[in-house]
């Protein structure tokens, strides 16, 4: 079966294979493939799509990774995480953090000419003992400001 289209708000913090992510999946019930995998599941594609307004925190290191989900977060709190990390990119010179609450913190360090690697603690609600952490490469400061300016707009 190959996967429903997801839209929805998201920001994608890394590459290809070191990454962390504040995403808030949305399907389309109408979608085709969301009606498919529906009938395959055995359920209505309203209910296999869901409400939408849960955030989910993804990850992957070195090829390993997972996710969780944040039941009762509001956009706002994702929101204020893009803020706070854009107005440090955009006046940082040196190493920074950013405290994403109880699940995720994220310290950067600048990596060459504007560019900064993000070191991310990741932390599953349902396992508080369990910190996970990922290491990015060097990320482009113009293109993380960007991505950051998308996310906020899908927000507002």
């Given amino acids: ?20 992510a504040l995403v808030r999946p949305e399907l389309d019930p109408a979608d ?4 498919l995998a529906a009938e ?3 359920v209505a594609p309203e209910e296999f799509a869901g409400a939408g307004d849960t955030w989910t925190v993804l990850f992957e290191n070195d090829g390993e990774g997972g996710g969780f989900e944040l039941p009762g977060v509001r956009d706002a709190e994702p929101a204020g995480f893009a803020e706070r990390l854009r107005a440090e ?11 994403g609450g109880a699940v995720l913190s994220l ?15 990741v932390t599953p609600p349902e396992d508080e003992g369990t910190r996970l952490t990922v290491r990015t490469g060097p990320l482009p400061v113009a293109e993380l400001l960007a991505d950051l300016d998308a996310f906020l707009g899908s927000l507002a």
């Fill in 1 to 20: 079966m190959s996967p429903a289209p997801v839209g929805g708000p998201a920001l994608f913090i890394g590459t290809d294979t070191d990454y962390v």
């Fill in 32 to 35: 085709p493939s969301v009606r």
């Fill in 40 to 42: 395959q599941a055995g």
């Fill in 89 to 99: 990119l955009a006046a940082a010179s040196g190493p920074f953090t950013v405290d």
């Fill in 107 to 121: 310290d950067a360090r600048p990596a060459g000419a504007d560019a900064f690697a993000f070191t991310a603690h």
